[in-house]
């Protein structure tokens, strides 16, 4: 069974710009989480979609969106870029919604210059 | 206050020892737990969890010890081999199905 894949692996950007990540589940998972990783902090986490609908949302501002589409996979988005946001961003799939245990991708590496 | 705490960067254990990784917490609603290891350039990778109803939970090497009234979580791994050697992080599930992680804790095991 293929993991949980999430490209690109790794992205830079100008600061103002905006930015899309894409995370494809493990088969027959329906449950995606996007967390935000930076040097020395754990996992932030940003939101949880299941059968397409957003189920929870972490404490992060607008600028930053997701969908989750009907095969599962899901999109990240950050607009207005800032340098605050350079981070490793990871996606982690589960057959279930809330908090359990999860599957995660290598991360895209994102840099805001 | 939601705060998980993972309060030692590193830890370096001699192969075939006992290598005990530890977390604190703040919040008494939070009702579940989960450790994961993480290699470089991996995602995180789930190793053992444990409900707010239990105290201890062993898979193979790996027992989870959860002590409610200290608000603190330990990791024991027996024997420590060197492909232990990783990141690990603590995490705990709040009222809201939310898992709020540690910072984590680099584990070196030494030949």
């Known amino acids: 069974k293929a993991g949980v894949t999430q490209t690109p692996r790794y992205l830079i950007k100008t600061r103002g710009q905006q930015v899309t990540l894409s995370c494809s589940p493990i088969s027959g998972h329906r449950s995606v989480s996007w967390y935000q990783q930076t040097p020395g902090q754990g996992l932030q986490f940003l939101f949880e979609y299941f059968s397409e609908t957003q189920r929870n949302k972490g404490n992060f501002p607008g600028r930053f969106s997701g969908r989750q589409f009907s095969n599962s996979r899901s999109e990240m988005n950050v607009s207005t870029l800032e340098l605050g946001d350079s981070a490793l961003y990871l996606c982690?799939?589960?057959?279930?919604?809330?908090?359990?245990?999860?599957?995660f991708g290598p991360g895209t590496r994102l840099t805001v210059t | 206050d939601q705060q998980v705490k993972q309060n030692s960067p590193s830890l370096s254990v001699q192969e075939g020892r006992i290598s005990i990784l530890n977390c604190d917490y703040t919040?008494?609603?939070?009702?579940?737990f989960l450790w994961y290891k993480k290699y470089p350039a991996e995602g995180p990778t789930f190793l053992i969890s444990i409900s707010s109803i239990k105290d201890k939970n062993e898979d193979g090497r790996f027992t989870v010890f959860l002590n409610k009234s200290a608000k603190h979580l330990s990791l024991h791994i027996v024997p420590s081999q060197p492909g232990d050697s990783a990141v690990y992080f603590c995490a705990a599930r709040n009222e809201f199905y939310q898992l709020i992680w540690g910072a984590g804790t680099k584990l070196i095991i030494k030949p």
């Open positions: 982690a799939s589960s057959w279930q919604t809330g908090g359990y245990e999860q599957y």
């Open positions: 919040n008494s609603m939070f009702d579940y």
